[in-house]
């Protein structure tokens, strides 16, 4: 009677942990997934203001471009 609970007993904690490890690996995956789409979201958002800084740094440069031009005219015109 001994022995067999000792086997049951055995059988039992050994699906125990079995149980927990794969909760915990399952788990595990789960916070994978979720930072990896965090994390696409902030490349997203990062690609997004890299063109806005890009399109202003543009605009600033036509804008230059303009005000060089404009004063070059008006040095013309002395």
Do not use: H, P
């Not at 125990?16 to 696409?40: M, P």
């Not at 990062?46 to 471009?65: F, G, H, K, P, Y």
Request: charged letters at 35%.
């Amino acid at each position: 009677m001994g022995i067999t609970l000792i086997i049951v007993g055995g059988v039992v904690l050994v699906t125990l942990f079995a149980s927990g490890f794969d909760y915990l690996t399952k788990k595990r995956q789960r916070l994978d997934q979720e930072t990896k789409n965090k994390v696409t979201e902030l490349e997203k958002k990062v690609a997004e203001l890299e063109s806005m800084i890009t399109e202003r740094n543009d605009r600033v440069l036509q804008l230059e471009d303009n005000v060089s031009f404009v004063t070059k005219l008006l040095e013309e015109k002395k």
